[in-house]
């Protein structure tokens, strides 16, 4: 639940567990939807793709580091867990909105696609 009028959404997460592109899918395809719904009856669906607004977590894929870039959204922070075999990216994403009162946004994950991670999502006021 939104309920508020802002300029912009700015997603935390965007990054796909435990597999995800570049590993596995194509840049482009469609991981998941956004669905804005605004005061008034109004909506609005953004998708989500591999390599532009979402990618993997993980940056090793069995012995190799992997930079696993999504040129949409940027690398907020990594964390290392395991210097061989976890190092984690976590990126932030800002959607752009149409004007109005955003009350609610929901999102829809593709079948076949791995689990897509959100941490926290805020608002930027006008």
Known sequence: MVGQECARLHILGQVTYPVGYPVTGKRGTKVATYRQRYSGG????????????VAQANRIQVATRIDAIATGAQRALEYVKDVVREHYQVLVWSMPLESGRVESLDCKLEAGQPALAVFAITAEHV
Do not use: C
């Open 42 to 53: 109004g909506q609005r669906e953004i998708p989500v793709r591999n390599g532009i607004e």
